[in-house]
């Protein structure tokens, strides 16, 4: 089984910044995509950003320029390094991965448990 485990959310006032960590545990062989997700209240869950084990990344338009995903493949850990927050930002964000548990078992999509971040204006 495999866990994921959210940290770094917060409140921090429109154009402040807050950096999100992820890391999983548990019964890991490999870990491809990685990637956050957030959902604001009343609104569909959404993609923030992804990166693969390679490195390359995909970023919400709405984001870009803004945040800066990352990832430590040898703590299996993923971050989110969130600038010039706005209070459109303000959400539930999840972690999200594919991983493999053990070689013979097929990716599976895990996620965390959410942690809520908060901009004020």
């Known amino acids: 089984q495999v866990q994921l485990v959210e940290s770094g959310g917060g409140l921090v006032q429109a154009g402040g910044s807050l950096r999100l960590s992820c890391a999983a545990s548990?019964?890991?062989?490999?870990?491809?995509?990685m990637g956050w997700y957030r959902q604001a209240p009343g609104k569909q869950r959404e993609l923030v950003a992804n990166?693969?084990?390679?490195?390359?990344?995909n970023y919400a338009d709405s984001v870009k320029g803004r945040f800066t995903i990352s990832r430590d493949n040898a703590k299996n850990t993923v971050y989110l390094q969130m600038n010039s927050l706005k209070s459109e930002d303000t959400a539930v964000y999840y972690c999200?991965?594919?991983?493999?548990?053990?070689?013979?078992?097929?990716?599976?999509?895990?996620w965390g448990q959410g942690t809520l971040v908060t901009v004020s204006s």
């Open positions: 990166i693969t084990s390679g490195g390359s990344t």
């Open positions: 548990g019964s890991i062989f490999r870990i491809n995509a």
């Open positions: 999200n991965a594919k991983a493999m548990p053990l070689p013979i078992l097929p990716y599976l999509e895990v």
